[in-house]
């Protein structure tokens, strides 16, 4: 097998593929992908968002493999299908996009929609930040054909609709052992992915939402893709015995956001199209609920705090519920409360109400639902919130100090473990 170079690519498309590139917000700007056949000139993106049936195709992938890969959204019974192909430098390609209806309904196809491609950050790029963002990139199957994402960086599709995510690649690092674990969450497990932490103190640089750099067109060389970015949390769980995937991004909540958006971006504000996606994992593992509870927590008023409330508590227990009916054990993680003050949320106690009612559903559903198990992170992190001793929070009291990424990926791994009744 020939080696290959990942680079920090810009890219722009021809002009009729429909490629749509953005840039995110990131600690890095780097694009990693593979150029299949002919990608014009230079323009970038860099993506700063962050299971299916067990067990997963054979990976690592093999040069000329083929194959097809699906989500399922239970909601409006459509199931999603991508077909891709395995490059000789091993970037998988989609070659097809369709859906159907289930159970019996005949696949449409779906190429001319726009789709977003997903993957992770490279370990050169992550190797001693703060926080491990995706890439994206959005185009009709024309675009994103033109590309070919290292099967390493778990390559993933997102339907048009944002209701499901595709994974193609998922569960890479790990070999066969007691099975599938995804961990799902906000920027707090993004912290758990970088190979190396900052020193001492504080391990946010800067909050989620700095600006980067403006687009650059330099070419920089960086490590050859092999085995991802490990990170405490993914060698917790390769110890335990797991095959692992581990998608962690900043701001997402447990319920999309009461706005007129896009479906795409208003995927991009939840994790629910992940947790459709690798709802077949032999166990999930879900932590959120910090930013809904921001959330309510910035209402203006009253009134408008106690609505935001309602709506989170109304559309959490059907997320919940929906994890609870199919796929199989989903390990809930309560959250931290105590102390937070970040963007001014407390506003009085407003976001320990919040976390505290949050916290309670998911108790109330993981003792009433056989598929559903729950882990007390919060209890642990209110013991150390900042300004403690021993506190395990950064000085935005959130986000993860040394400290708190040791004993979270600790928690999550005891979690992945934890099972089902």
């Known amino acids: 097998m020939p080696a290959h170079t990942a680079q920090d690519q810009q890219i722009e498309a021809p002009a009729d593929t429909g490629l749509h590139l953005r840039r995110h917000r990131s600690t890095r700007a780097v694009l990693l992908v593979v150029a299949v056949g002919a990608v014009a000139a230079i323009a970038a993106v860099v993506g700063v968002r962050q299971l299916r049936t067990d067990p997963p195709p054979p990976w690592p992938a093999q040069a000329a493999q083929i194959g097809s890969s699906t989500c399922t959204d239970p909601s409006t019974n459509q199931q999603w299908r991508v077909s891709w192909e395995v490059s000789s430098e091993l970037g998988v390609r989609p070659t097809a996009l369709h859906v159907r209806t289930l159970p019996n309904g005949a696949w449409l196809d779906r190429a001319n929609d726009r789709w977003q491609l997903r993957w992770n950050q490279a370990p050169a790029e992550v190797a001693g930040t703060d926080f491990a963002w995706n890439h994206d990139l959005t185009a009709p199957l024309s675009g994103l054909s033109q590309v070919a994402v290292s099967a390493s960086l778990s390559p993933r599709f997102v339907t048009p609709d944002g209701a499901c995510t595709v994974y193609t690649a998922p569960f890479g690092p790990g070999a066969p052992g007691k099975g599938s674990v995804a961990v799902i969450g906000d920027s707090l497990i993004a912290q758990l992915v970088p190979a190396a932490a900052t020193a001492s103190g504080t391990t946010v640089s ?216």
């Open 206 to 421: 800067a909050a989620p939402g700095a600006t980067t750099p403006a687009q650059t067109s330099v070419v920089t060389p960086t490590a050859v893709p092999g085995a991802p970015a490990t990170g405490p949390l993914l060698t917790a769980l390769l110890d335990r015995g797991h095959r692992a995937q581990i998608d962690g991004q900043g701001g997402r909540r447990w319920v999309a956001a009461q706005e007129e958006l896009d479906a795409l971006e208003l995927a991009n504000g939840t994790m629910k199209d992940e947790l459709r996606g690798l709802r077949e994992a032999g166990s999930v593992v879900v932590a959120l609920g910090t930013n809904d509870a921001n959330w309510a927590g910035l209402a203006p008023d009253d009134v408008q705090f106690e609505s935001r409330l309602s709506w989170t508590l109304e559309n959490l227990q059907q997320t919940i519920d929906e994890l609870a009916q199919r796929g199989h054990c989903t390990v809930l993680l309560t959250m931290a409360a105590q102390g937070k003050v970040n963007a001014g949320t407390p506003r009085g106690n407003r976001f320990e109400l919040t976390a505290a009612r949050i916290n309670a559903l998911l108790k109330q559903k993981a003792d009433a639902e056989p598929r559903l198990a729950l882990y007390d992170w919060g209890s642990q992190g209110d013991q150390h919130a900042f300004g403690t001793a021993d506190s395990w929070f950064g000085a935005d009291t959130v986000h993860l100090s040394p400290a708190g990424i040791t004993a979270y990926s600790r928690a999550l791994s005891e979690a992945a473990d934890l099972g089902c009744s």
